[in-house]
């Protein structure tokens, strides 16, 4: 069976295309993973930040008012990262 230069140049745009579309979906997952492991680091340095200064507050008998503006200023860093 003979093929012509035409269905032989619509094979090859569509093994192509298949070749395409599985690269963009592995680079999609990698690219999800490193998202997700970027947003797990923010969230474990988030919890370490906040374990030291509640423990740097009940050492150091800080005033509420001055724990709670520590706080804020933590939590408005969480959100800028993310």
Not at 20 to 46: H, K, P
């Amino acid at each position: 069976m003979k093929i012509t230069k035409r269905q032989l140049r619509r094979i090859i745009k569509e093994e192509k295309a298949k070749i395409v579309s599985e690269i963009s979906a592995e680079q999609q997952a990698a690219y999800a993973e490193q998202d997700r492991l970027e947003d797990e680091r923010i969230l474990q340095e988030f919890i370490s930040d906040l374990e030291e200064l509640v423990m740097t507050a009940l050492q150091n008998e800080v005033p509420e008012h001055e724990a709670a503006k520590q706080l804020m200023m933590l939590g408005r860093s969480l959100r800028s990262q993310v």
